[in-house]
């Protein structure tokens, strides 16, 4: 039996919702194949990691029990011996104990998991892990980078202007002149390095983009404004594989009443204060699937997504999120999620993949990926220190 | 490999015996004594079972635990009594002024025998029991039904049959219900002790009174007719239950052919679409299947998952039938509830408005939604007929990937593999694309018969049945239907 460790939590602004895709969409539907042992690997919000079998429980999570145990507990520490290993510290006369992992499922959400710093130290471990590699990962969290790198690729995406704090600060009117000469409004401001639709704001006037970039620069460094897609039409496209990509299905996210999907309607509110009718609540909140578009739009939106998720070099699993002008029939890249939350194991489940069975390929795929990487010679003998 | 079993086995074994010398022994006796409705006979039989499979006795209460009622304290509190009296005897017999380690081994001795005898103390106190406390208070509330169903004036139909029972007669009800004032036996309470509080609800105004008669035993139906005496009768099937206390079908055949005694030959139907009650049929008796009814064609059956539909014609008259329930086995008990309620008076229109009406019972063939795939939940199903019906529904159905999930039979007597042989057969026939199995003492049949009938599927075998119906919704997806029949109860586990 092979033994998997997922990977949980860490330093993010997503962490809970980090916990919820753990233990709900990897560890439960892994266990249920019966085919792996199953090893939960937390990271307090602290930064640091622990493991035990209680972390498995969401009633730990839900209750002061989780700082309890956290301040209890011994860290864990992590060896790299070609290949990882999971090392618990001994505490009294209690041995420490050593777990050797075969493969590694992140479940981590936005920065210090999904952005690739976590999929780092797994390559320098030289263990199988799930989903996206480092380059895909950092591009992908990064939403000015993301929009570079495909439209270098020939992919549109809306108009737009993106600065870093000290940039902003140094020059803050020309910036705002700059933004509202050259974009049209509505404008969405956003940090650039941040998921789950946190610290997203929509503007129309000088004074709401200023307070949302101030808002935006609470959560990063860097942020982006885009200009608004008319006749908006927002879809979201899972796709799992390597070379050959599987698609769920183009699923419509229902925005609130201002127009933003925003974390609570994403995780909170179920979809309520939603306009429209007539649709399905998911994990992710109210969505329709397969979305309300016309049968071309909804193919060009399988195609954008395949090419961008191709441009970026995701593999394993990620979420493409599409923006539609539904009268101009232009479907517009936004962005990347390459770990979607709870895996979107409803769309997947809709499109008849069971969480066992995604799990299952989404491991394969990670063995798969990294078999082939063996393949390749990563020394070179040279005589180059013998000169000095 | 075989170090790993012999291990294995002194482990279990180890268990085993372990748990038998349990302080809770009482308690989980208790709880089984409860599962058993006392009787002695299946305690003894699943203590058996235990000892068989060596399960401990701590593991019994998967599924309920005990139910505190003042039988089960008093049964509990006697239990432990047994324990005190042989730590008595033994105390006086053993240790009784000696040193201290003749006292320690007089106790261990006591507690030895206790438990190795709490079984057959049990046996013996569920006996009495049943005897003298269960029978007679039986015996005087049947006479009280008996006064009162002798004094109602309402037209009394019985309803009877090997499975069935519960769903005919509530179609019949909520259909009659429409232009009646209609009493029914709720649910699946259909025993003497059921009834006599039933009829003590009875309020003297019901124009119609609707009783489910259950065969537990030899005579139970005639038992039954004996105090409500029927109007009409209904039997709704005929298939091999019980047999741990019928010695054959036809043992149980002629327990429903009881019911002549009691109703004129014109007023009993017999359903001829159950292949086992066919050939009993006695000539002058009304028949109903899903293709004719007191006179009524069947046309136009459409079964989907949640929906069926039907048309029924006689002399000019045409009533449509479009009800919430799953299966073509419910054609005949909705076109027989149909042709009985017109019989009695009712207009088409009332009956088609009471159809509308009937949803279907709980884990009988109630489809539901889980992670966008259909579930069948047919669990309370436990008879092969029942089980037939299901596969061949299963294989009716359109779905990208079939399950079928079943831990078997229970009750079966000496028939118990000639049963799962058939089943095997069956679920060979309708060929779903995974068969998942419970893991128990029926499974190795089942799976050789799927074998020997050439079934091509995958076939999953699970060891712990709780653990599966939880992890179900990951291992689901769209376009999966799953039929699940049957579930055993923690004495058969």
Known sequence: MKTIAVIFGSRSAEHDVSIVTALSAIIKPLEATKNYSVIPVYISKSGNWYSDDKLKDIKIYQSDEINEFVSKSQK???????????????????????????IVFPATHGTHGEDGELMGILEMANVPYVGCGVTASAIAMDKVLSKLVVQAHGIISPKMKFFTKNEFQAQSKTWVGTILKELKTPLFVKPARLGSSIGITKVNNEKELVNAIEVAFHYDDKV?????????????????????????????????????????????????GSKSTGAKSGSQGYSKIPADISRELYEKSLEVAKSVYKAVGCEGIARIDLLIDEKAKQVYFNEINPLPGSLYSHNWRASGISNVELVTKLVELAEQRWSDKQKYTTTFNTNFLKQF | MRQQNKTSKILSLSRYYLSLLSIKKPIYITYMLQQVEYNPYKLWQWHKD????????????????????????????????????IFAIGIFAIG???????????????????????????????????????????????????????????????????????????????????????????????????????????TGTEEIIIVEFGEGKPGDISDMAEMLKPDYAIITGLAPNHLDEYDSIEMIAGDFLEIQKFVSPENIFFNTDSEHLKKYIPPKTQTYSSSTVLGWTIANVDVKINKLSFVMNKSGISIKVESRLTGRHHVAPLALAVALAYKLGLKANAIELGISKITPHKHRMEPRQLSGAWIIDDTYNGNIEGMSAGLKLLSELKAKRKWYVTPGLVDQGEETNNVHIELGKKIAESNPDIVVLMENTVRPVIQKSMRDNGFKGELRIEAEPLEFYKNLEYIIANGDIVMMQNDWTDNYS
């Open chain 1, 76 to 102: 864990l520490q992590l060896l790299i011996d070609n290949g990882l290993t999971i090392v618990k510290p001994g505490k009294g006369i209690a041995k420490s104990s050593k777990i050797k992992i075969d």
């Open chain 1, 224 to 272: 982006l404004i885009e200009e608004g897609v008319q006749n908006l039409v927002e879809v979201t496209v899972p796709i799992m594989g390597n070379n050959e990509l599987i698609t769920a299905f183009v699923e419509q996210p229902l925005p609130k009443d201002d127009g933003v999907f925003d974390f609570d309607t994403k995780y909170m509110n179920q979809g309520k």
């Open chain 2, 50 to 85: 235990l000892g068989k499979f060596l399960r401990p006795i701590s593991k019994v209460s998967n599924r309920k635990s005990l139910v505190l009622t003042n039988r089960a304290r008093l049964l509990v509190l006697a239990g432990y009594m047994h324990y005190a009296f």
């Open chain 2, 96 to 202: 009784a002024g000696m040193p201290l380690k003749n006292f320690v081994f007089a106790v261990v001795i006591s507690y030895l025998i206790a438990s190795g005898t709490s079984v057959v103390y049990y046996w013996i106190l569920a006996s009495l029991v049943l005897k003298f406390i269960i029978k007679p208070e039986r015996n005087k509330q049947r006479q009280i039904a008996k006064d009162i169903f002798a004094k109602h004036r309402a037209i009394k139909i019985a309803v009877l049959g090997s499975y069935g029972k519960t769903s005919m007669k509530e179609m019949l009800a909520l259909i009659l219900s429409e232009s009646k004032n209609v009493a029914m036996t709720l649910g699946n309470l259909n025993v003497v002790a059921s009834h006599a509080k039933f009829a003590k609800s009875l």
